[in-house]
């Protein structure tokens, strides 16, 4: 105990822990493409599962073998699907071709537009930190709820009646 430290300076002398070392760079990442040059990935939305491959080209969209103007009548719904190309600013940069399963219209826009971001991020990697910011990454887990013996539905009873 005859040690005795003046002042914070000498704090640093007593400890034999190692001083911090700056942190290490994150390793870059690199495209993930097949040997069409194309990048795959699945999204998902309520119970729809779309298939996305994305590649070099205009900007044109194709779902299950028809123009997204045809497939996806709705304007809402095209715009669902644009939002994750125009955070990127890659809208007429690459082609996307996709096939989609299950659900309802509103649920594959939904998947396609998970898909396509998912394929961006293995496409291009440095559009990940706009996509994710977006939150187009992110997967909507929200599913119908189960209906439940006893009710009409998932939580509507049935009417009551006093007689």
Known sequence: ???????????????????PN??????????????????????????AIARVWLKAGSG????NDRVQEIYFARPVLRMLIQQP???????SEVDVMCTVTGSGLSGQAGAVRHGIAK?????DPTVRGAL??????TRDSRVVERKKYGKAKARRSFQFSKR
């Open 132 to 137: 994710k910011a977006g939150g187009f990454l």
């Open 60 to 63: 044109k969209i194709v779902v």
């Open 85 to 91: 190309l125009l955070a990127a600013a890659r809208a």
């Open 22 to 47: 700056a942190p290490e760079p994150m390793p870059e990442r690199k495209p993930v493409l097949d040997a069409f040059g194309r990048a795959y990935a699945t999204g998902k939305r309520k119970t």
């Open 119 to 123: 394929a961006l991020c293995l496409y």
């Open 1 to 19: 105990m005859s040690d005795i430290v003046q002042g914070m300076e000498g704090l640093g002398a007593l400890t034999n822990a190692p001083k």
